[in-house]
């Protein structure tokens, strides 16, 4: 596609290749009664990520990946859509509705060109979709164009501590020391890997939110319990316990 940036099509082709490792983890999460968070499956009721009063609600999901969340947001009766990148990702979200028997609009598209027209969506989320493989210059507008008035933003990402601690190389753990400077965090390729992830600053994602319209209402920092356990090697439980990994941002368009 003309004009696709580079990172677009890198990470399709990433995920491509990588989905059918997600069918498993995908399969779990649509058959949990309840949801749990991030790479430690901190439960919904510790972490607190869903909003109240879904029912009715029209949902968008950026970087849906299997489309689990989607699953979650529709047994509280909201009316999501969800958005991925990788068309080898969306056929195992198909299957599973086909399982479970419970169907939503799958688009194949990038979050960085949401294919709707604005003020379309009451609630736009992303758990390590849009949230760290798209540039958030170009996704958290797009997010906030196809929001209504009032409508929420929520998202889940690294942490600012782990990305500076993480070494270089992809596949190892958070050390205790900083590996990179804060200031001018952005685009991120580990080495040993072909993909593109972004991780923007706190200060830089409050002045985008701000600039976008969005009112920032809470930064959830999220702590695994004692004795989690995650088959993603990002932090040991140890590191976890001490320093957030993980943070779950929640904003709100404004209706002036």
Known sequence: MTGTPDHVLRNRAEW????????????????????????????????GVLPPGLAGADSLELGCGTGYVSAWLARRGA????????????ATAAALQ??????????????????FA????????????????????????????????????????????????????????ATESLQRPYFGMHRFQWLGTDSVEFHIGHGDMIRLLRGCGCEVEDLIEIRPPPGATTEHPLATLAWARQWPCEEVWKARRMRR
Do not use: M
């Open 118 to 173: 604005a003020a379309t969506f009451d609630l736009v989320i992303s758990e390590y979709g849009a949230s760290i493989w798209c540039d958030p210059y170009a996704w958290v507008p797009e997010a906030a164009r196809v929001l209504r008035p009032g409508g929420q933003l929520i998202f889940l990402v690294n942490s600012v501590p782990l990305i500076l601690t993480l070494p270089a190389e992809d596949g190892l753990p």
């Open 98 to 115: 086909e399982r479970f028997g419970l169907r939503f609009p799958l688009i194949h598209a990038s979050a960085e060109q949401v294919p």
């Open 16 to 47: 491509d290749q990588r989905a059918a490792d997600y069918a498993g983890p995908g399969l779990r999460n649509w058959a949990a009664a309840e949801p749990s968070w991030g790479v430690w499956g901190v439960a919904e009721e510790q972490a």
């Open 79 to 90: 009316r999501p859509v969800a958005l991925d990148n990788s068309a080898a990702q969306l």
